[in-house]
């Protein structure tokens, strides 16, 4: 039975295209979603069935022989992927009767035989055979079906019927395992690792460029791009442009990267269709990304993530069955056979990564995954040998470190991200951080990375008013007591301070994720001493997390090429022309930049002193300071590009005639509410507030409680400084800056350095706002409901901690002298205040628009001037880079659907831009990626949210 069940699958499947198509659908790699029905609907599955089974009886075979196949993959699925561990005699029976060649290493474990020849031929007939759904056999390679030996008339006839070379046991070569090299393998003509530039400034640097010897390899300087997701990682075509995405920085000097976590298993995915690496034919689509960055000259791990309970899905597993508080989804508690097959997914995959090509993984042990949650006694309550004593606790982790260790082989990296720093009640102590990390080093692990926080955690760790820096201490506190190379990490954004966190001792590298998607030369630049020229990473989280929560492709708000890189490519312009763009703001800026760098003259004009924009009173806000090295970064680009800079001269029609094209960037102006005394004294625009032109008193109300009302709100009741002389405060470090600001944020959100207490936690010091502020929106839902998903809990926990009063459902019925009168549920009160600052949303200031269009220009907007939608950064910079001074775009259109023409289409209104659509009347939808049409493009406002947007979005004619 077992032989006719071989010779169906390898005869009829590799060699009927229709069968083989349906065979890939029904049995791939993701049998065991269909059988849970993740991912096809049961009624997709039984219709599969049947259309096989009626064709395979139709071509003579048995139809017993698909149905005993399908019953065994099924079984094998749940198995495989649960926690039941079956006696090797039934399991191996199983997975013998499988159809699917590819669903176990055993039936196609490719040996290394140094006799075998006709490489090309080999290929040839496996990709007729397997297409790209089976790893390809390298040179050399033999193809051994194993299970039985060469006796066995079913593998006689497999490897006959396919024409490949034949190892069996006992004749010729024996199979020996692959070599283990301690150098990254290259392709021919692939580039060797850069050396430094002629004008290299590594003197500046010394400690962050000094190479750094692993013993079997050596990383080219002190960086790593730490880990995170990207959302191409799932996204159709994703790891193409991951491949991009990463030989970009590989090129920018970056010595090793860092992958987003990718599952061992099912269970272990962080969402349902999250990425995974357990199986060979996942391989090839790693091996794309792999290449990219060995032929940019860099290194690669992959990290390897188990979400545990943190899984967005009810198949998650925990060492224990207690649901994390940001899931839904309770987890099932491991067997303690459950957590031996873990261990060894984690051993399968770490195996595969290798094999796809990767310089080493990292094992994801902090930030309260599946790891993580073994070893803190809050969230494993087991008393078996994977729980109870700490030493029991943390077996999970060093044995996990040992299999992959095991698996991969002895010159391959292994980074362990260990949680030094939990901050949750109940987390390890210190003593047990360096118990485990001695524990991690002595299993095999080549280095040692630190992991801040769980992300459960109510302290900020990675937001912008997060100090630089500001948790090297505790990797510092770990030197010494390994002798791995440690890796300290967490808001380190400046090739300055992390100089000075590795002059200092702090660490052996520095990690950095987001600066990397903020500038991709970052490494380049600084060893060239060009850092003034770096886009810094302000922090703010509103491209990079919050896309991902939101379930979209990462990308960068300074930065919005960022992950899409084709999309962004800026050529040169057939034809330069002259161009005007008015308004030095965000949108503006990167308007006139992306302009010049393809060629053309341009000229930005603004009325007023520097260029800036809202971005100068952005920077005021205490934790926005960040936002003043995008000004110093487009000051810079401004400048080597030769942009012609006119400031302190509103643009008049006369000023701008002459030129070719004309963009409006004039921005916004602020929204004055239609209410009763709106004119009294005591009100006062939040831009005169802001800018210090007025000075609040001591009771505020504040009208409107959206991004800019909080910022008012924080800057009124920030201790300290008065508002007037906090305008150029510097960015806050907790390297060579004031040691105060380091303490003040500790103190704030309870961080204790002395580590007296679990978890490295205490209470946090109340604050004394020096006024009293009341925050108040019109809307009845929860005040700052609309802040962004990862920073806006921050915000609203930092006003309740200063007093701040959150009303909602306001109505404002007069402002006289004894006050605002308000409406609140119904019933009348008068708050007793001295200052009203109205953030009651903006307009765009297009005054400019009717007089250029009667003198015959016709001009673009972007940024304010077109959508005065909560000063919305993220779309100004990049609605300014989408504008492109050329009306060719064949060369820049990246691949969509066949004859999508949006270029040509006439004038008429287009959704606000975004990742995910700008053109050819919603890209999103039609899978057509955004392209640049050559006029002022418009379409039917979108509703975004209660909001009706209406945005442009066009090329310079």
Not at 26 to 48: K, M, Q, W
Not at 684 to 712: E, K
Not at 923 to 931: F, M
Request: hydrophobic residues 45%; contains cysteine.
């Amino acid at each position: 039975m077992l032989d006719a069940v071989r010779y169906v699958n390898h005869r009829l499947w590799h060699r009927v295209p229709l069968l083989w198509r349906l065979h890939r659908v029904h049995h791939s790699d993701v049998d065991y979603d269909l059988t849970v029905g993740l991912r096809f609907h049961p009624v997709e599955a039984i219709v599969a069935n049947l259309v096989v089974i009626a064709a395979v009886v139709a071509l003579g075979a048995p139809v017993w022989a698909v149905i005993a196949s399908d019953i065994a993959t099924i079984t094998l699925g749940y198995f495989v992927h649960g926690n039941v561990r079956l006696p090797p005699s039934v399991d191996r029976a199983i997975r013998t009767m499988l159809v699917t060649p590819a669903m176990h290493s055993t039936h196609h474990s490719v040996e290394r035989d140094e006799a075998t020849t006709n490489y090309g031929a080999v290929l040839s007939v496996w990709d007729r055979a397997f297409g790209s759904y089976l790893e390809r056999p390298r040179a050399g390679d033999a193809i051994v079906f194993g299970l039985a030996d060469e006796r066995d008339p079913a593998r006689l006839g497999i490897v006959r019927l396919l024409g490949l070379p034949f190892a069996a046991p006992g004749r010729g070569p024996a199979p020996a395992a692959r070599p283990r090299q301690s150098v990254v393998r290259r392709a021919p003509g692939t580039l060797a690792p850069r050396a430094p530039a002629p004008d290299s400034d590594m003197s500046r640097y010394p400690h962050l460029t000094a190479p750094l010897d692993l013993g079997f390899t050596t990383l080219a300087n002190r960086v790593l791009m730490g880990s995170m997701h990207t959302g191409l990682e799932e996204a159709k075509h994703g790891f193409e442009r991951l491949a991009r995405f990463y030989a970009e920085r590989a090129r920018g000097g970056v010595a090793l990267i860092v992958t987003g976590g990718i599952a061992p298993d099912l269970a272990g995915r962080l969402s349902p269709f999250a990425s995974q690496l357990s199986y060979p034919w996942q391989v090839g689509k790693h091996r794309t990304v792999t290449a990219a960055v060995h032929e940019a000259g860099g290194k690669i791990a992959m990290q390897i993530l188990h979400a545990g309970r943190y899984a967005y899905h009810p198949l998650s597993v925990a060492p224990s069955a207690i649901r994390s508080p940001i899931t839904p989804f309770k987890p099932r508690a491991l067997s303690s056979a459950g957590v031996r097959r873990t261990i060894a997914d984690f051993a399968r995959t770490a195996e595969l990564a290798r094999r796809a090509g990767y310089d080493g993984v990292e094992i994801m042990g902090s930030e309260g995954y599946l790891i993580n949650q073994f070893i803190v006694a809050r969230t494993n309550q087991r008393d078996d040998e994977w729980g109870g004593a700490y030493a029991n606790r943390i077996r999970f982790a060093i044995e996990t470190v040992r299999g992959v260790r095991a698996a991969a082989g002895p010159d391959f990296i292994v980074i362990f991200r260990l949680s030094m720093l939990d901050l949750v009640e109940g987390g390890s102590t210190w003593d047990e951080v360096v118990e485990l990390a001695q524990g991690i080093e002595a299993a095999g692990a080549t280095i040692i990375n630190t992991g801040i926080g769980w992300h459960e955690a109510r302290v900020p760790t990675i937001a912008t008013m997060v100090p630089r820096a500001a948790y090297t201490w505790v990797t510092r506190r770990l030197k010494g007591r390994v002798g791995v190379p440690l890796v300290t990490t967490n808001r380190i954004n400046d090739p300055a301070v992390a100089e000075a966190v590795l002059a200092r001792g702090d660490a052996d590298m520095v990690s950095m994720a987001r600066p990397f998607l903020a500038d991709a030369e970052f490494v380049k630049k600084a060893v060239e001493g060009r850092a003034d020229e770096i886009n810094t990473c302000i922090a703010c989280n509103q491209a990079c997390l919050d896309h991902i929560f939101e379930n979209r492709a990462a990308s960068c708000l300074v930065n919005p090429a960022a992950c899409r890189e084709a999309e962004f490519a800026v050529a040169r312009a057939a034809a330069p022309k002259r161009v005007a763009v008015v308004g030095a703001g965000p949108a503006g800026m990167a308007c006139a930049t992306t302009a010049a760098e393809r060629g053309h003259a341009v000229t930005l004009f603004d009325a007023a002193g520097e260029i800036g924009g809202q971005f100068n009173l952005a920077k005021r806000i205490p934790g926005k300071e960040e936002f003043g090295e995008t000004l110093r970064y487009f000051r810079s680009r401004l400048a080597r590009l030769g942009v012609n800079v006119v400031l302190g001269k509103r643009a008049e029609v006369a000023d701008l005639a002459g030129y070719d094209a004309v963009v409006l960037a004039t921005g916004i102006v602020p929204r004055t509410p239609a209410i009763s005394g709106i004119e009294h004294p005591m009100v006062a625009s939040y831009v005169d507030i802001v800018s210090g032109r007025r000075t609040a008193g001591a009771r505020v109300a504040i009208l409107g409680a959206g991004g800019i009302g909080f910022d008012v709100a924080e800057l009124l009741t920030h201790p300290g400084e008065p508002v007037a002389a906090n305008v150029a405060a510097p960015v806050p470090s907790a390297v060579g800056g004031d040691p105060r600001t380091l303490d003040h944020f500790r103190n704030q959100w309870g961080i204790d350095a002395s580590y007296a207490q679990r978890g490295g936690t205490k209470a946090p010091v109340p604050e004394s706002a020096p006024r009293a502020v009341w925050l108040l929106q019109r809307k009845a839902s929860k005040v700052g409901e609309g802040l962004a998903k990862t920073t806006g809990w921050i915000r609203r926990t930092l006003l309740k901690q200063r007093g701040v009063k959150m009303l909602a459902g306001v109505e404002y019925e007069r402002i006289d002298d004894a006050g605002l009168h308000v409406l609140v549920d119904g019933k009348p009160q008068v708050l007793d205040v001295d200052t009203i600052v109205v953030c009651a949303g903006q307009e765009p200031r297009r005054e400019l628009v009717a007089a250029l269009e009667a003198a015959g220009t016709k001009p673009t907007l972007v940024g304010g001037a077109d959508v005065a939608a909560e000063l919305d950064a993220k779309r100004a910079i990049e609605q300014g880079t989408r504008v492109r001074a050329d009306a060719k775009w064949s060369a820049l259109r990246p691949p969509g659907r066949a004859g999508c023409r949006a270029e040509a289409r006439p004038t008429r209104a287009v959704g606000q831009p975004s990742a995910d659509a700008v053109a050819c009347g919603g890209a999103a939808a039609t899978g057509c990626l955004p392209l640049q049409p050559s006029a002022v493009v418009a379409s039917a406002p979108r509703r975004r949210g209660s909001r009706r947007v209406l945005a442009r979005q066009a090329t310079i004619p």
